[in-house]
């Protein structure tokens, strides 16, 4: 099993970005989702209250973010990479997150944002300072994680994707899901049995499946929502009313911000396999 892809989201809930080689750091892969949008009170905002979002992309040139709407392509936003967290502070909230301490970017991406989404909004960024600890009934050693939903990293299988798109009328790409490893050689959700495993000369563990919402069906190219894939994957990934897609990781600590290196083609080794939460039956003949 190798890494076929990586991907970073420095914006959350924005366009991705693939790359080769990134640094593994303790919140997460480097300039994955240290940037947020939220509103003038500090809610975070997503995809699945404005899909606008999904049409934003991001670049990374040299030291700067580029940022514009697939629309309007000649109207770039362009940001640094890093925000001193000499500027303005606030306070902002990530699902059961309170009172993260939070950044503000600037006034300018604040009125950019607020003019291509239709709604008043605000950009800030997570400095080294902060530190927003990971649910602890599922962290190993006080673990900390970015702007990202719940965990520092996503794991999917290659094969899970193909797998459900056998079962899909229309394929759909691996973006829906916004995973940030996606495993080559893996059998269709064995991710979920994975409890501990090396990529180069780190270890990873797989602590949680990820639970999946209304975000999966919105489609990236377009913006427009629809039933997909969530309807599909209730029929066989569906546990205690939550319908799971991926593994969420965390790092093997070494107690420094920066942990280590993974890039594309990297071995994929499992160290210890555990029970998973969900195990369907998986025609193998559909692949």
Known sequence: M???????YPIKSLGGIAVNEVVVEEKGLRYDRRFMLVTPSGEFLTQRTNPQMALIDVAIE??????????????VLILPLTVSDSTESMLVTIWDSKDVPAVTVSPEADTWFTNVLGQPCRLVFMPETTRRAVDMQYALNDDAVSFADGYPYLLIGQWSLDYLNTRLATPMSMRRFRPNFIVNGSLPNEEDGWGEFRIGDLNFYGVKPCARCVLTTIDPETGEQGKEPLRTLATYRQWKHKILFGQNM?????????????RVGQQVEVIRYQEPWLAPPIDQTLL
């Open 62 to 75: 040299g030291d700067e973010l580029r940022i514009w709407h697939r629309q309007r392509p000649t109207d």
């Open 2 to 8: 190798t890494i076929s892809e990586l991907y970073i």
């Open 250 to 262: 965390l790092v093997k600590s070494t107690g420094a911000p920066i942990v280590g290196t993974v």
